[in-house]
């Protein structure tokens, strides 16, 4: 329910923040939100992951080991962030310069009439970039983003990083199962957090767009990262992570970036979208990000013999309960958007969402639970390497079923 709440301001915040002037000025900056948010959300998950393994295992316990492990994670979360949201950055400018702008029609509504109960009422939709026809960007909007998507990475990283290392240890203190609390936060409060600073940091700095201020901050950021790589290489705890786990990242960037691709095309084309997509899309992530951790944490315990480690329930049954529980989770979700006037759902609408968000949690454990067994038979750590593979694909996988339903809806053009 926590994630729910926190994927339903995002969606709400991110339906808001898509018409502001940054946005509307530098097409990449929409285009970059689904790379941001899912890379960043991947380096909390991991860090969450990585944290909640070791506080099963009792390497927490130790006061000076708990230390150097919290300090050595929270320095290389940094230096992914810097370099991930720097990448993120080239690759946005790159799809901006392939991508056509999307075309100067009217949102679709279905039926055709405004009183239809099949149209979507929200929020105007985001508007087409001030200036149609102008050129693609260049030099200086590409400083500008990176150094927006920079900037609120690395902030985020230090508020998210600090508060998931307090969870997880507040959660090894009073006996309750990191891999079940950690993961879910993570993912959610990481895109509300992300997307707020991102948002608030564009806005900045598009008014100072063609001065030295953006390119001063990137230096900064770089020596920021520089200095917690030189920590990182004599923290012991840490110090073999800086090579891993950049592969699966990467890999995950170039899923989002067909997923901000579907972002930037459908959020202008229906009402309601952006709203829609980060639930449909978040939720079914969390529950996965679930079963890898557990599954991890069971497969390390079983591999390091762990005499304390109790009985785990089996994995149809961890499976099953996911999935049951998640189905009125979305159910009050789409009665919350009701109740608050935020959408106006049709019956057809209502049900058709619900069936195809089942298929995506289906979906979503059903990778997890391959993935990982996939991924430990290879000798590769599911706690650097799943999340963030699994959470890429069903962002672009919630996306894309969330276009399906709207289009079934269209077509079947019933007044419900």
């Not at 939100?33 to 070791?54: C, F, H, Q, Y």
């Not at 106006?344 to 391959?370: R, W």
């Amino acid at each position: 329910l926590l994630t729910t709440v926190g994927l339903l301001f995002t969606g709400e915040l991110l339906d808001h923040v898509s018409r502001w002037r940054a946005m509307r000025a530098i097409n990449e900056l929409i285009m970059i939100v689904p790379v941001i948010l899912n890379l960043k959300g991947n380096l909390e998950m991991n860090l969450s992951a990585r944290l909640g393994t070791a506080a099963n295992m009792g390497s927490l316990d130790d006061p000076r080991n708990r230390r150097n492990i919290i300090y050595g994670n929270l320095a290389l979360l940094q230096i992914q962030a810097a370099v991930v949201a720097s990448v993120a950055a080239c690759v946005s400018m790159a799809l901006g310069s392939i991508v056509p702008d999307p075309p100067s029609t009217a949102p679709i509504s279905f039926g055709g009439e405004a009183t239809n109960s099949t149209t979507l009422i929200s929020r105007a939709p985001r508007p087409l970039p001030m200036n149609p026809g102008q050129p693609k960007s260049g030099v200086a909007e590409f400083i500008m983003v990176a150094s927006s998507a920079m900037m609120s990475t690395c902030l985020s990283s230090v508020l998210l990083g600090s508060f998931m290392c307090a969870l997880i240890v507040a959660c090894r203190r009073f006996g309750r199962d990191p891999d079940n609390i950690a993961p879910p936060v993570a993912s959610c409060l990481g895109d509300l957090v992300t997307l707020c600073l991102l948002a608030a940091v564009s806005s900045l700095l598009i008014n100072f767009i063609n001065t030295p201020l953006p390119s001063i901050l990137i230096l900064c950021l770089v020596l920021s990262a520089t200095s917690c790589f030189f920590i990182v290489r004599r923290n012991n705890c840490v110090k073999d992570l800086v090579w891993r786990g950049w592969l699966p990242l990467f890999g995950a960037m170039v899923i989002s970036s067909a997923t901000g691709i579907v972002l930037d095309i459908f959020a202008s084309r229906y009402q309601g979208f952006p709203l829609l997509a980060v639930v449909i899309s978040g939720l079914p992530g969390s529950v996965g990000s679930i079963a890898i951790s557990r599954l991890s944490t069971s497969l390390h315990a079983e591999k390091h013999h762990a005499h304390s480690r109790r009985k785990e329930p089996s994995k149809k049954l961890v499976t099953t309960t996911l999935l049951l529980i998640t189905i009125p989770v979305e159910i009050i979700f789409l009665a919350t958007l009701q109740a608050f006037g935020w959408l106006k759902l049709s019956i057809l609408f209502a049900v058709l969402s619900v069936l195809l968000f089942c298929c995506a949690v289906t979906i979503s454990l059903l990778i997890a639970n391959a993935l990982t067994d996939f991924l430990w038979s290879k000798d590769l750590d599911p706690d650097m390497y799943a999340l963030p593979i699994h959470s890429a694909t069903m962002d672009l996988v919630g996306q894309l079923l969330l276009v399906l339903c709207f289009q079934l809806v269209s077509l079947t053009d019933i007044n419900l």
